[in-house]
């Protein structure tokens, strides 16, 4: 089983839905969760940190699931300029954080 | 927050030969890491780049193809050499600020190889 798996998509979306991607991992002891977006030839920016109690960016909700080990990213309202590969990450105190493979988005008009 | 630089951007090299990508980085920082990632695919950690002793090597990767020099805290350097067209890849020097593994990461532009 790999450490943080998510679904490749693509998710294609017309504007102004509501997506969702889930993201699971493997330690349990991992500590720290983010969400990182990379757009087409560019490198991975964060996009936000994923707390306990979960949290709001605007359009952007993530949340943690401990028990079930998974974290998840809501994005309401797409733009077309959400199109992007989103990044599940997954980091611990003594290890390195480990990234997932992305999760494709695509938002048409 | 860390601005990092990476030389060069992109190269085309002829197989056999070997290329030294920098990292800069504008502030000193605890952790540097050197990934690669292949076309239509994640990141993947080639090493951690330790300041004054040999970096640390992730399972399929080796210092004689992989070298990587850390001479200070704010600057590294990731040699691929003998390179092969399946050396073709993306490679992006990343950095913790903090102190911590639980901190957020932070990546360079990237270097765009193609290998010949």
């Known amino acids: 089983r790999k450490e943080v798996e998510q679904d490749p998509g693509p998710f294609n979306v017309p504007e102004g839905a509501t997506v969702a991607f889930n993201c699971t991992y493997s330690n349990s002891a991992s500590q720290s969760f983010f969400w990182y977006r990379q757009d087409c030839r560019k490198e991975p920016k964060l996009l936000m940190s994923?707390?306990?109690s979960g949290n709001e960016d605007g359009r952007f909700t993530a949340q943690l699931n401990r028990a079930s080990q998974y974290i998840s990213l809501l994005i309401r309202d797409s733009k077309l300029s959400d199109s992007a590969t989103y990044l599940c990450v997954v980091g611990g105190g003594s290890y390195i954080p480990t990234f997932g493979r992305g999760t494709s988005l695509i938002v048409h008009p | 927050s860390a601005v990092i630089s990476q030389k060069p951007s992109r190269d085309i090299c002829q197989r056999g030969t070997s290329l030294t990508i920098q990292c800069q980085v504008d502030s000193q920082v605890t952790m540097m890491f050197w990934y690669r990632q292949q076309p239509g695919q994640s990141l993947t950690l080639i090493a951690t780049?330790?300041?004054?002793?040999?970096?640390?090597?992730e399972s399929g990767f080796v210092i004689d193809k992989f070298p990587i020099s850390r001479p200070n805290l704010t600057f590294s350097t990731l040699t691929v050499s003998n390179m092969s067209p399946e050396d073709s890849s993306i490679y992006l020097c990343?950095?913790?600020?903090?102190?911590?593994?639980?901190?957020?990461?932070?990546f360079g532009p990237g270097t765009r190889l193609t290998v010949l």
């Open positions: 994923v707390y306990s």
């Open positions: 990343s950095v913790l600020p903090g102190l911590a593994l639980t901190d957020t990461q932070y």
């Open positions: 780049a330790n300041q004054g002793s040999e970096a640390t090597y």
